[in-house]
C-alpha cells in the first residue's frame, strides 16, 4: 500500500466502474510510454491481506495476456513486497539498461474515493502508508484505492472486499492488454516504429 507524490505530478483519475475506465486508461497510459525503453510493470503487494492483493493479482492477469511490449514482475505466484522489494527493483536494473518502469499498487483514500485508480507520472512510496521504509518505485504510477485510510490500516487493509479488489485488477490488466495491443498494431504499421520492450 502507498502514498502517492500527487502533488508534484499530474494525475488522472478513474472509477473502475465507469465505462469508459479502460479506453480512457489506456490513452493515459499511451501518452506517457516512452518508445526506446525497455518498459517493466512492478505489481506490489501480497496475496496474504485481500486488500493488498491489488498489485500481485492485476500482475497475474497481465501476465496471463502474454504482453509483447511489457515485462512483468509482481504475480500472485511470485509477489513484490516488502521483503524482496530493494532486491527486485536491483535485479530489475541489473537485467535492463535504463528500464521504464510502470508501479502497480493499493493504496487507501477517502470513503467517496473508494473504487478510483489513478495514472501519474512519477513515482509512489510502497509501504508509507504503513510506515514501512521502502524504495520510491516507478517512472509511472497506477493506484487503486481499495478502502479507506486514516486509521487502522493493517486491519482495514485484511477487511477490504474481495470483489473490489478484483474488479479493479481486471480493469487494469484489460489497460494493458489494450495498450500493448495498440503498441503492436503501431509496430505493423510502421516498421520504423521500435519499441524496445519487443527485444
Same mark, same amino acid.
Request: charged content about 20%; overall charge neutral; some cysteine.
Given at each position: 500500500?502507498?502514498?502517492?507524490?500527487?502533488?508534484?505530478?499530474?494525475?488522472?483519475?478513474?472509477?473502475?466502474?465507469?465505462?469508459?475506465?479502460?479506453?480512457?486508461?489506456?490513452?493515459?497510459?499511451?501518452?506517457?510510454?516512452?518508445?526506446?525503453?525497455?518498459?517493466?510493470?512492478?505489481?506490489?503487494?501480497?496475496?496474504?491481506?485481500?486488500?493488498?492483493?491489488?498489485?500481485?493479482?492485476?500482475?497475474?492477469?497481465?501476465?496471463?495476456q502474454n504482453p509483447k511490449h511489457f515485462t512483468v514482475y509482481g504475480t500472485l505466484a511470485n509477489p513484490?513486497?516488502?521483503?524482496?522489494?530493494?532486491?527486485?527493483?536491483?535485479?530489475?536494473?541489473?537485467?535492463?539498461?535504463?528500464?521504464?518502469?510502470?508501479?502497480?499498487?493499493?493504496?487507501?483514500?477517502?470513503?467517496?474515493?473508494?473504487?478510483?485508480?489513478?495514472?501519474?507520472?512519477?513515482?509512489?512510496?510502497?509501504?508509507a502508508a504503513m510506515k514501512k521504509d521502502l524504495p520510491k518505485v516507478g517512472d509511472i504510477s497506477i493506484?487503486?484505492?481499495?478502502?479507506?485510510?486514516?486509521?487502522?490500516?493493517?486491519?482495514?487493509? =485484511?477487511?477490504?472486499?474481495?470483489?473490489?479488489?478484483?474488479?479493479?485488477?481486471? =480493469?487494469?490488466? =484489460?489497460?494493458?492488454?489494450?495498450?500493448?495491443?495498440?503498441?503492436?498494431?503501431?509496430?505493423?504499421?510502421?516498421?520504423?516504429?521500435?519499441?524496445?520492450?519487443?527485444?
Open positions: 500500500m502507498n502514498l502517492r507524490e500527487r502533488f508534484l505530478h499530474k494525475e488522472t483519475r478513474h472509477l473502475y466502474s465507469d465505462p469508459l475506465v479502460v479506453p480512457e486508461m489506456s490513452e493515459r497510459l499511451l501518452d506517457l510510454l516512452p518508445q526506446e525503453r525497455k518498459m517493466v510493470v512492478v505489481c506490489i503487494g501480497t496475496d496474504r491481506s485481500t486488500g493488498d492483493s491489488f498489485g500481485p493479482l492485476a500482475g497475474s492477469m497481465i501476465n496471463d513484490v513486497h516488502a521483503l524482496n522489494l530493494k532486491d527486485t527493483i536491483q535485479e530489475i536494473h541489473s537485467s535492463y539498461t535504463r528500464p521504464f518502469i510502470i508501479a502497480v499498487d493499493a493504496c487507501l483514500g477517502k470513503d467517496s474515493s473508494i473504487g478510483i485508480i489513478s495514472v501519474s507520472k512519477g513515482s509512489l512510496a510502497p509501504g493506484s487503486g484505492i481499495v478502502n479507506v485510510g486514516g486509521f487502522m490500516e493493517y486491519f482495514v487493509l =485484511q477487511n477490504t472486499r474481495l470483489h473490489t479488489v478484483i474488479e479493479m485488477a481486471s =480493469q487494469v490488466s =484489460q489497460v494493458f492488454h489494450r495498450v500493448d495491443l495498440e503498441l503492436q498494431l503501431r509496430h505493423r504499421k510502421n516498421p520504423a516504429f521500435r519499441n524496445i520492450s519487443t527485444n
